[in-house]
């Protein structure tokens, strides 16, 4: 378990940044907290020939308000979600999924934006981000462009972060109204990532839901929103009959693998159960 | 935990068995300012890392190590064919049967790779890096041969063989029949003329001892001399081993275990890494190191279990158990190592349980196949039977229509039958089955869940609960040297111990019973200060190097302190009977009317008079005045071997809540009393029930070793290869009862398997019972959540998982760089 030998660089600005990775040659990698990373180079399943670390690079940490979004820098580590209070207050499933992650020296390395490039359809933050439509801010030599959540997952381990390009900070809009929240995820043991995971944001007015957003963790190559259970909420009556109905569609058109854990069959029985778990939850039910 | 603490309070006036002390050894270990093998650095060192075989079953048609060996600081590269005629092969100690067939197991593969991982070339490199580094640059040609996984098929007509030299792929058939030892009744007989038999299946999944310190060797020759340092469980052994496979003359060859980080049985092994660093040493004449990754581990260390268990019950109406039939197909895995045929022998002898049966038969067939070797593993033989006894228990209840522990309470052994001889032969020497359960019983709440479960059970809850019993006993202490001569075993079980007083009265314990964790350092120095009377702080105990420790064998089995610990009590009798003849002649008394307490001579009815055992050390360094006719020490040496092995006896409850909408299972509470004998030191007896309940939880939950079709190890990282942690087991309620053993001056029976073979049958057994008015009448090992859901809502045991690997942390091994050779 040693690594490849490669080069590395230590950037202090993003620009600076940009630049090693543009000065890297063929195969660069991005280290942010090192806990997807490190174990794939250690295993030679990856072997850059730079790795860029952007643990000295300034303004990539922290979280800050910003008007009608609260905004989470790429560097901003697990802990530091978990302790924030903008996203206590704002988007405490971003710190409910967090605290889910790992074991707390994962957590103490590991970062937001780390899990959400990597993208890993076992990993448990983007499901959360597709489900809050948070915003990604990239830059790379091109300049700086923000892409939805919808349009940010691309497929197995693969994101709109582009070659040469770095995501330096996510957006997450706040909510206006009652809204509830939830993250229900389902793994073996504590420190495992999630075999399959829901994560329910839930508005409820009047006894009715009158808008639900569900965020699929492991059904596919990408996390996943279940469109068809989100329309079955909307406007239904709160009660856990309408909600049980509305989840037995939360597994419709997706494709899970299957692996040691769980094959395809048992994951889409249990993106139906959770769901309805998850949504109960959300909703107070 | 609160059992403890309830002891500390109340030791007896100054003793210091009995204390809850704190391990001595644990600041050291757990900062790690010690000498693990890994930590050692010689002057000119090399470091060897290992090419291995990506494929489980081929001829090597072509090796090129050229590249390899002009990589930047590769020193040599070694083959195979290099090593062929100085390798020899590695050590089976154990032949359970006259006819067993060994194909012989060589170091490093010559013209044939019989499993993935195995040694194909070794790189000795300047630095570990460029070792590695180079690994990759070896380009070894293999010609498939047809894998062979499955034991079933593996032992049926026609089936692809693992050795194409050999016949097939039964290594051996090892028989125990009750009837034909004069133990027991004719088993065809009994069963003929049952009214009730009930026959199982049950499927013991292969283990991986997952030891927390990753192997690691170090030799350095001097001149003719050698000295190997290991993270091995078995210095003594070893030593004798390795000697006899490289021609090294035994007292030319000096092991050296430093401490080591865990082993679980694991290192209760002649590693071929070790044979190679010997090999490789004695070419270079210069000092070489290799420390295996944690994938090389898992992938190449030896695994443990791998049994499919035929068993059959037969009992009366009444629930009185008739007899006992077991049959077992074994993976050996490809080779024989240490002991991988005697763990299924073992536990022959463990089938029975605590029960009386009249009749009893076991068969086992020891099956190749093309994975690594299986060999110990916490418990090796003694888990296995024990499932297999606590779980076809549980089915004769059902079939009966009977409660479990009825039917357990009316076919057990009482406790005024003791010493207790059974079906297989084995006399039990103490206990009390009846007042462990009832002690169980009450810690866990028995009569409340019982009432939980039915109020579950009819308002249909999607969480069922379900409460599983398993009363067990063990065999500990291995062994009697006797008893492991009627077996084949290769070795004796005694053990040593000396004292060294030094002139300052400090002591120096010198023992056989190399610990890896397990804390003889503490217990070691409580045994002995109170048997000299010394303080605690006073005792040092060495250990683990043959040249200052020269006669031990080792520790695994439980048998440390039952046998390592009794050779210590009886090495310091003879520290009093020495120092006894001094202190007569300085206090110019008669020998008999001294009498030896709290560390003291004192002649009887003389008040005031008195000469410390630790003031006589300094009169007899000065050699000034002592008596004619007697050696200037009071050293000594003590050799224990036990008559009977130890019987530690308990009785494990677990409830268990199933989700019955996703298959997830959830420990509620779980209680245990043990026996284990005299308690010297109720903390560390604390830590390896916990330990041992874990890693039993462990394979009933969580722990499975997969094979894909091809071979290749699926759980090859702890991603997929789950072992819990602490967050995921639930608090133990533990208890003791206290009958000391018969066997040996302290009256220890054993504690370092006993969490581990109780627990896993009352694990499983709960979750049946929680789900069994579902239709449910087995759940394979370990029960993942999948495989609870199916059994409830498909029938069946749950299945066989899909072999591939999660897809957390993973990339897309097409991601991957050419890995010819594959060490990961
Ligand atoms: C034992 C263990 C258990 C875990 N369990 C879980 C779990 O239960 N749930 C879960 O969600 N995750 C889990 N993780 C993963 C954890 O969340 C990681 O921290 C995360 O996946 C990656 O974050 P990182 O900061 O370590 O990224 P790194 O490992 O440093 O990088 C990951 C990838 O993202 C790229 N990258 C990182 N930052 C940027 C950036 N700003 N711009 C462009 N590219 C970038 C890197 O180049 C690399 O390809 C676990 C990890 C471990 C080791």
């Not at chain 1, 202090?12 to 543009?22: F, G, H, N, P, W």
């Not at chain 2, 060996?69 to 100085?86: C, H, K, M, Q, S």
């Not at chain 2, 040249?547 to 089995?557: E, H, K, Q, V």
Request: hydrophobic fraction near 40%.
């Amino acid at each position: 378990m040693i690594p490849a030998p490669f080069a590395y660089a230590r950037p202090t600005t993003v620009d600076e940044a940009l630049q090693a990775i543009a000065d890297g040659g063929e195969d660069v990698k991005v280290l942010a907290g090192g806990q997807s990373l490190i174990p794939v180079m250690r295993l030679r399943l990856a072997a850059p020939e730079t790795v860029v670390d952007l643990g000295k690079v300034e303004g990539l940490r922290g979280v800050r308000d910003d008007g009608d979004a609260i905004v989470i820098g790429a560097m901003t580590t697990h802990s530091d979600v978990l302790a924030d209070p903008l996203i206590a207050e704002h988007a405490p499933l971003i710190a409910e999924a967090t605290g889910t992650v790992a074991d707390r020296q994962v957590r103490h390395r590991g970062t937001f934006g780390g899990a959400l490039v990597h993208a890993d359809p076992a990993g448990d933050l983007p499901a959360v981000a597709l489900a809050l439509d948070a915003e990604f801010v990239i830059v790379g030599p091109g300049g700086r462009r923000t892409v939805p959540a919808s349009e940010f997952f691309l497929d197995y381990l693969t994101t709109a972060v582009g070659e040469g390009e770095l995501l330096v900070e996510v957006r997450v809009p706040k909510l206006a109204g009652s809204w509830g929240m939830h993250y229900e995820k389902f793994n073996r043991v504590a420190q495992a990532w999630s075999i399959v995971a829901v994560a329910a944001v839930v508005r409820r007015e009047n006894g009715r839901i009158t808008e639900a957003r569900v965020g699929l963790t492991n059904m596919g190559p990408t996390p996943l929103r279940a469109r068809q259970v989100e329309e079955a909420l909307a406007g239904a009556e709160a009660t856990a009959e309408a909600v049980a109905a509305a989840s037995e569609r939360a597994a419709d058109g997706t494709e899970p693998s299957s692996d040691l854990n769980a094959q395809a069959d048992y994951r889409q029985h249990l993106a139906r159960v959770l769901t309805r778990r998850a949504v109960s939850t959300a909703a107070g039910l | 935990m609160t059992a403890v603490e309830e002891r500390t309070g109340t030791p007896g006036p100054d003793k210091e068995i009995g204390k809850a002390r704190r391990r001595k050894e644990d600041a050291r270990l757990i900062t790690g300012r010690t000498t693990w093998t890994d930590n050692m650095v010689l002057p000119g060192m090399l470091h060897l890392a290992v090419v291995r075989s990506p494929v489980a079953h081929a001829r090597i048609t072509n090796v090129d190590v050229t590249a390899a060996r002009e990589a930047p600081g590769v020193v040599a590269v070694f083959t195979g064919r290099d090593l062929a005629d100085e390798q020899g092969s590695l050590p089976c100690a154990w032949p359970v049967t006259p006819d067993m067939v060994n194909p012989g197991h060589p170091s490093i593969a010559v013209d044939q790779v019989n499993h993935v991982g195995e040694a194909v070339a070794v790189i000795v490199a300047r630095s570990k890096a460029a070792a590695q580094d180079a690994v990759e640059l070896a380009d070894i040609d293999y010609e498939p041969l047809p894998v062979v996984l499955d034991m079933e098929q593996a032992v049926a007509e026609g089936a692809d063989l693992v050795h194409d030299h050999l016949e097939s792929n039964t290594s051996y058939h090892f028989v125990f029949d009750a009837g034909e030892t004069g133990t027991g009744g004719d088993t065809e007989q009994a069963f003929s003329g049952a009214d009730v038999v009930v026959s199982r299946r049950f499927v013991q999944q292969r283990l991986i001892p997952a030891f927390m310190e990753p192997r690691s060797a170090v030799v350095q020759p001097q001149g003719d001399n050698y000295t190997l340092w290991s993270s091995t469980q078995i210095p003594h052994i070893l030593r004798v081993m390795a000697a006899m496979v490289t021609g090294i003359p035994e007292h030319k060859l000096r092991v050296i275990a430093p401490d080591v980080g865990g082993g679980f049985g694991g290192k209760l092994q002649v590693n071929p890494e070790e044979i190679l660093c010997l090999l490789i040493a004695r070419r270079l004449g210069k000092p070489v190191k290799w420390t295996e990754t944690r994938s090389e581990s898992l992938m190449t260390a030896h695994h443990g279990r791998d049994q499919i268990q035929y068993v059959d019950v037969a009992a009366d109406r009444e629930g009185n158990i008739l007899g006992l039939r077991v049959r077992l197909l074994a993976d050996m895995g490809a080779y024989l190592r240490l002991i991988t045929p005697g763990v299924p022998a073992l536990g022959a002898f463990m089938y029975p349980g605590i029960y009386k049966f009249p009749a009893y038969r076991f068969e086992c067939d020891g099956v190749f196949t093309n994975k690594v070797p299986t060999d110990a593993y916490r418990g090796a033989g003694r888990p296995e039977a024990t499932f297999a006894i606590e779980r076809i228990m549980d089915e004769l209840a059902v079939e009966l229509g009977m409660d479990p522990l009825e039917l357990r309470r009316k076919n057990w052994i009482d406790a005024a039958e003791f010493p207790f001889t059974t079906v297989a032969g084995l006399a039990y020497d103490s206990g009390d089955y009846e007042t462990a359960t009832q002690q169980a019983l009450e810690l866990l709440g028995y009569d409340e869940l019982r009432e939980e479960q039915r109020r579950r059970r009819e308002s249909n809850d999607p969480v069922q609960l379900g409460i599983g019993i398993s009363t067990f006993t063990e065999m500990c202490g291995l062994a009697p040297s006797r008893v492991l001569g009627s077996l084949a075993f290769g070795a004796g079980g005694w053990e040593s111990a000396s004292i060294r007083m030094l002139p300052t009265g400090k002591v120096e314990v010198v023992t056989g019973s190399t610990p890896h964790g397990q804390g003889h350092e503490t217990a070691w120095s409580q045994l002995v200060a109170d048997s000299l009377g010394v303080p605690f702080e006073d005792v040092e105990v060495l250990h683990g190097d043959t040249a200052i420790s020269s006669r031990g064998l080792d520790t695994y089995g439980s048998r440390s302190l039952v046998v390592g610990g009794s050779a210590v009590v009886k090495a310091a009798d003879k520290v009093i009977a020495k120092a006894r003849r001094i202190a007569a002649h300085l206090l110019e008394a008669s020998e008999d009317d001294l009498e030896f307490s709290g560390g003291k001579f004192s002649v009887r009815g003389t008040p005031g008079t008195g000469l410390g055992i630790q003031e006589i050390a300094l009169a007899i360094f000065a050699a000034h005045d002592y008596p004619e006719g007697i050696e200037p020490s009071i050293d000594a040496e003590a050799t224990f071997d036990p008559e009977n092995f130890s019987f530690p006896h308990g009785t494990h409850l677990c409830a268990m809540e199933v989700d019955t909408e996703t298959g997830f299972v959830k420990i509620r509470k779980y209680a245990s009393v043990d026996d284990v004998g005299t308690i010297v030191n109720p903390l560390i007896v604390e830590g390896q029930v916990h330990g041992g309940l874990a890693q039993g939880i462990a394979q009933a939950l969580y722990e499975e070793a997969i094979y894909d079709d091809d071979g290749n190890l699926t759980t090859g990282t702890f991603v997929d290869y789950l072992v819990p942690a602490a967050s995921d087991l639930p608090h133990f309620d533990t208890g003791n009862t206290v009958h000391a053993a018969p066997g040996n001056p302290i009256g220890a029976k054993g504690v370092g398997e006993a969490g581990c073979i109780a627990s896993t049958p009352a694990v499983v057994n709960a979750a049946l019972d929680a789900v069994r008015h579902l239709g449910v009448q087995d759940i394979r090992m370990p029960l993942t959540p999948e495989r609870v859901w199916r059994a409830i809502h498909q029938g069946g045991d749950g299945g066989d998982r899909a072999p591939a690997r999660s897809n957390a942390q993973a990339v897309d091994s097409s991601d991957a760089p050419s890995t010819s050779g594959g060490a990961l």
